[in-house]
């Protein structure tokens, strides 16, 4: 009889389990639309999200739009997972500096009417879609940025139900 004891073990594939950004992987799973949280999730205040080796913040503003950026503010650093959501994007706790969804400091307070349109500083951040219920986030190179994908199993209008992370929700009845 053969046996596997002793016998030694692969050692790990950089090239396919590191997700992280420059990596061979990290770059193929960039090229798509990724799903990072449940629409319903986006409240009053922003989700911190992990997604292939990036912590970001996923926020829906009280004008229904939603952004995903990098949860540290360009001022001072300050997370913006304790930022305040408003109409018009979200606002550092430390400064009071306000992002839209895309990421552009639209108010500076304490400084002049207009300065922060001159300053033209930007929030790092990613495109998001929300469909079916999801909200998807597209972190690839701009130029190469896919139409998001329509699949079956979350186009939930002619269903009767639909599983989501283990969960059978039924339409009402």
């Known amino acids: 009889m053969r046996s596997a004891y002793g016998l030694s073990q692969p050692g790990e594939d950089g090239e396919l389990t590191h997700v992280g950004p420059g990596t061979p992987m990290g770059e193929v799973m960039r090229a798509y639309w990724q799903p990072v949280a449940l629409a319903e999730e986006l409240g009053v205040l922003p989700v911190a999200i992990r997604i292939l080796g990036e912590d970001l913040i996923v926020f829906r503003t009280r004008s229904g739009a939603v952004g995903c950026l990098e949860p540290h503010c360009a001022h001072r650093g300050t997370s913006l997972i304790y930022g305040r959501i408003e109409d018009r994007g979200i606002r550092c706790c430390y400064h009071g500096w306000l992002y839209d969804t895309e990421g552009a400091c639209i108010e500076m307070p304490c400084e002049a009417p207009g300065y922060a349109g001159r300053m033209a500083i930007r929030q790092p951040g990613y495109p998001t879609h929300v469909h079916g219920g ?18 079956d199993i979350i186009d939930t209008r002619e269903r009767d139900d639909v599983v989501l992370r283990g969960l059978r929700m039924w339409d009402d009845c």
């Open 134 to 151: 999801l909200v998807f986030v597209y972190m690839g190179q701009p130029d190469k940025q896919p139409l998001i994908p329509i699949y």
